[in-house]
């Protein structure tokens, strides 16, 4: 992934996900979102084609997923959401 990527997110990401995961107590921005896109835990480039699903421990039982493709030169941030640590790798 190229240093000039641009970073588009989505409507629900902005608007839906992140407040809701605040709620919660799970305090994601943005820049945490593009620091996983660039530096994940696991990698499932296969199971929902053309979209791509990075994994980022969140807490020793938890991991944060980030759903996103890329349009051209641009990586389009689709949704995220917490799982359980070994329910997906």
């Known amino acids: ?37 660039g530096n994940p835990d696991h990698i499932d480039s296969i199971s929902d084609l053309p979209n791509i699903i990075v994994s980022k421990k969140l807490d020793k039982n938890h991991v944060l997923r980030v759903v996103y493709k890329f349009e051209g030169d641009i990586i389009k941030v689709i949704t995220i959401y917490p799982a359980e640590k070994g329910r997906y790798y």
């Open 1 to 37: 992934m190229g240093a000039r990527m641009k970073f588009v997110f989505t409507k629900h990401v902005i608007d839906k996900k992140i407040p809701r995961l605040r709620e919660i107590g799970i305090i994601i921005s943005e820049q945490r979102i593009k620091r996983i896109i």
